[in-house]
Structure formats: structure tokens, C-alpha cells
Nanobody, 116 residues
């Protein structure tokens, strides 16, 4: 069974940057597409970015050009570099596999707050 632990969130001002990390336990990470998701209070959880086992990426329109997803398969770790942060990016950020997302199995997430 795989277990994912998110870290790296915090409080930043608009225009600043953060890098989130997701460390995996188990053996599934290497062969699975990984995604970063976020959920703001009162909103549905939304998909932010994905990366395949081979490194192909996709992004939501709202973050395209600002966020970069990457992975280190040897370390079983996926990252999300967030540049030019906006107040609208404020949310709890989660990482997951596609299967884990469909099964509604989530970790604790990490809080990102963008505010002046």
C-alpha cells in the first residue's frame, strides 16, 4: 500500500514562490502518473498538475506558466514549484495517484496561503 506525505506549504505574499514536496511510501510510485490537487474552503477539490512516470506534464489553465511539476522516481518524490503566487492559489494542496484520487483516499495535505 502506498502512502503520500505532503510538505512545504506556508504563508507568502503575492508574487512570491514556494516549492511543495510529496514523499511516497510503498512500491506504486514508480509506475504511476502523479497529480497535485488543491481545495480551498467552500470549493471542490481541483486537479492542478499531473506528471506521468516518463515525465510528461499537464497543467490546469489557472496555473499554466506559473507552476512546474517534477518527479524523482529514485527518491519516490514529486514536487510542485509555484511561482508568481496569487491570492486565488490559497488552498490545501494534496498529491495523489489517479487511482487514489478516484478512490477518494487522501493524505493530510499542506496549506498554502497567499496574502498581503
Amino acid at each position: 500500500q502506498v502512502q503520500l506525505v505532503e510538505s512545504g506549504g506556508g504563508l507568502v505574499q503575492p508574487g512570491e514562490s514556494l516549492r511543495l514536496s510529496c514523499a511516497a511510501s510503498g512500491t506504486i510510485f514508480r509506475s504511476n502518473t502523479m497529480g497535485w490537487y488543491r481545495q480551498a474552503p467552500g470549493n471542490k477539490r481541483e486537479l492542478v498538475a499531473t506528471i506521468t512516470s516518463g515525465g510528461s506534464t499537464n497543467y490546469a489553465d489557472s496555473v499554466k506558466g506559473r507552476f512546474t511539476i517534477s518527479r524523482d522516481n529514485a527518491k519516490n518524490t514529486v514536487y510542485l514549484l509555484m511561482n508568481s503566487l496569487k491570492p486565488e492559489d490559497t488552498a490545501v494542496y494534496y498529491c495523489n495517484t489517479v487511482i487514489g484520487s478516484l478512490a477518494n483516499h487522501w493524505g493530510q495535505g499542506t496549506q498554502v496561503t497567499v496574502s498581503s
